[in-house]
């Protein structure tokens, strides 16, 4: 076993120095595998990095969480009523009640009141959305407040006046003092500024299934100050004419017990909900069913990225065959002086794979290169995220060792079945 | 200790078959002993590569019998063929046939690749062999810096050094000059006092004719066989 391996070790060396002997030609016959391997490794950290990113927003709106939201429904008929009066639509208080009552999947309902209000502070204006939450909301979504304090249960029951808000809101209202305790008028309402929230890190797709606007700045208050105040009358100025709303309930935070209990609870409440709404003015987001659904769809671009990979594969190892035949034509002399000084058939095979697998191995390594630049450049210039996970260069080296031994058996078998008499005669 | 190195029986040879088939050898018997020195001789054609060939187990005979060394050769197979060629043939080429990839010291370590030995042993061996043949100073030298007389003097430390039964020489001096054509020759002589079993296929009636024993080939049969009233050549 010792003297086998000793044999092998003395094969791989003398393949080194062949492939080192011609560089350009034995840059040239690895020139598939590189472009092979790189694309490979390119293509899994690429799309390991956008499932991470997805997990990890997705992540951020809970994987036990239902988010119903009240939406506008398709205006049948413009005219009489539309224009006079207040549109009613959504979800409303008795569905909250229902949920609560019927669910017994359901831990917790969360009521959400969005409202959009022109925010001042001294002579600055900015357009918030103003966000009515129960305390433990903040938690919920993983919203950290960086100075001062979150809302709090007694802010919820006295309904105070008070808020926290993002300090890129600061920015555009252009307050450069400490904005604690200071105060903004919301509508024509004090409110005093307790907290500060870490700068905005929602991705896009949360802040849609959180139906937060996303040019406006978010303010959380109290969700009963928010009834109290503002209540569920929303009057939005819209190309110099006043559109009015009545929506009881902007969103519903829904928490399953368990994960598990998220789709059937989803179900149930989408059956809740089409029995006392006549009209499709309610959506259900899933964060569950977002993570799956775009977990699918990454499956499907992983299959199509790694079959464009093995393609590439396969013709770095057809690129590897020509240039190992030509070799072989070459070293037929080599070939009958190995077998006139004892060498076996199945040395010859060895030897001629064991080279194959060495330019395989040494293309795979300057592909493995390959690939993290591009992963470099990608990154830099497209802003994607990309995972480079260790076990993406094994995989990818074994696959180009694997792939140039498969294409090295041909050539080697022709080596090994020259005669050895004629293989001396040739010049 | 087996006193008959090669033991040919009527052996024959075609090539091709049916109605193109062509008979090579056309039944040859041939004993030679341990420790001779032989010299084949004769015409393109004669069927002396052939016979070169079927001695040193690159071709089977089509009939007859073939022992080397005491063992029957005649009806291995390719692999079989493999190892009595590693383990009891050294070959010399006319054309010397190093590889040129490959070092001195790693060209005549091929033979002991294929059986094998451990790195360390066999570089050893190969460095003694080396120095018998004067080329101690050439080892990690490249076979084109060598001159002719140099690589053939390479390619004999190579056929010795799996210390085989019967060394076959292919015309060794026939691309060298007659200066560096006499030192190897002077070596195999040498080689032959020492004890060793040559047989060398040569053109040249000079150096047939210095060694002790000439068996010369025509048409496929060994027509004349001379022996010197001495055992020994030069």
């Known amino acids: 076993m010792g003297a086998w391996l000793g044999f092998v070790a003395e094969i791989v060396v003398l393949g080194l120095h062949n492939l080192l002997r011609n560089k350009l030609r034995s840059l040239l016959t690895m020139l598939g595998m590189i472009f092979g391997v790189g694309s490979v490794i390119a293509m899994l950290s690429v799309g390991a990095g956008a499932r991470h990113q997805i997990l990890a927003s997705i992540g951020e709106l809970g994987v036990r969480n239902i988010i119903v939201n009240s939406i506008r429904p398709p205006q049948e008929k413009k005219g009489d009523e539309g224009e006079s009066w207040a549109e009613r639509y959504g979800l409303t208080f008795r569905d909250r009640g229902l949920i609560e009552e019927t669910c017994s999947s359901v831990e917790r309902v969360l009521p959400v009141n969005v409202t959009k209000k022109r925010v001042w502070y001294g002579s600055s204006r900015v357009e918030g959305s103003v966000l009515g939450v129960l305390p433990e909301h903040m938690a919920l979504f993983g919203m950290t407040v960086g100075r001062g304090r979150p809302l709090s249960e007694l802010d919820e029951r006295t309904a105070a006046h008070v808020c926290v808000i993002r300090s890129s809101l600061l920015r555009e209202l252009g307050v450069l003092r400490d904005p604690l305790g200071m105060t903004l008028s919301i509508q024509s309402f004090s409110f005093e500024v307790v907290g500060v929230l870490e700068d905005a890190r929602f991705q896009s797709h949360t802040r849609k299934a959180l139906a937060i606007d996303d040019r406006a700045q978010e303010i959380y208050i109290p969700y009963s100050t928010s009834m109290r105040t503002f209540g569920t009358l929303s009057v939005v100025e819209r190309a110099g004419q006043s559109e009015k709303s009545i929506v009881e309930l902007d969103q519903l935070i829904v928490i399953a017990k368990t994960s598990e209990l998220v789709f059937p609870t989803s179900r149930i409440l989408s059956s809740i909900l089409s029995n006392l709404h006549k009209r499709r003015d309610w959506e259900i987001v899933i964060p569950l069913e977002l993570l799956q659904q775009s977990e699918k769809t990454q499956a499907v671009f992983n299959i199509v990225m790694v079959l464009i990979a093995a393609i590439s594969l396969v013709v770095g190892g057809i690129g590897i065959a020509n240039i190992m035949l030509a070799t072989i034509t070459e070293r037929t002399r080599e070939i009958g002086v190995r077998r006139a000084l004892g060498a076996t058939r199945r040395d010859v095979v060895l030897q001629f794979l064991i080279e194959t697998a060495v330019i395989g191995l040494v293309g795979g390594l300057i592909g493995c290169l390959f690939g993290l630049g591009v992963i470099e450049l990608l990154v830099r210039f497209t802003g994607w995220t990309a995972l480079v996970e260790p076990q993406f260069i094994a995989a990818s080296l074994g696959i180009s060792a694997a792939v140039a031994v498969v294409s090295g058996i041909y050539p080697a078998r022709r080596a090994a079945q020259l005669d050895p008499i004629a293989a001396l005669r040739n010049e | ?234």
């Open chain 2, 1 to 234: 200790m087996v006193e008959r190195i090669v033991e040919l029986e009527q052996v024959e040879k075609d090539y091709g078959q049916g109605a193109a088939a062509l008979t090579v050898l056309k039944g040859v018997s041939l004993v030679i002993e341990r420790g001779e020195f032989v010299a084949i001789v004769g015409a393109s054609g004669s069927g002396k590569t052939t016979l070169m060939n079927i001695l040193g187990c690159l071709d089977r005979p089509s009939r007859g019998a073939y022992r080397l060394d005491g063992h029957d050769v005649s009806k291995l197979n390719d692999y079989g063929l493999s190892r009595v060629r590693n383990q009891r043939i050294g070959f010399v080429f006319q054309s010397f046939n190093l590889i040129p990839q490959l070092t001195v010291v790693e060209n005549v370590e091929v033979p002991l690749l294929y059986s094998r030995w451990p790195r360390r042993d066999r570089r050893r061996r190969c460095l003694e062999l080396l120095e018998a043949v004067g080329l101690s100073h050439r080892l990690s030298h490249h076979p084109t810096q060598l001159s002719g007389g140099e690589c053939q003097r390479v390619a004999v430390a190579r056929a010795l050094v799996n210390e085989p039964a019967l060394l076959l020489a292919d015309e060794p001096t026939g691309n060298l000059d007659s200066r560096n054509g006499e030192e190897v020759m002077r070596i195999f002589g040498e080689l032959h006092s020492a004890g060793r079993t040559i047989v060398l296929v040569t053109h040249n009636p000079e150096i047939a004719l210095a060694l002790p024993r000439t068996v010369e080939m025509r048409d496929g049969l060994v027509v004349r066989e001379r022996r010197a009233a001495t055992g020994v050549a030069s």
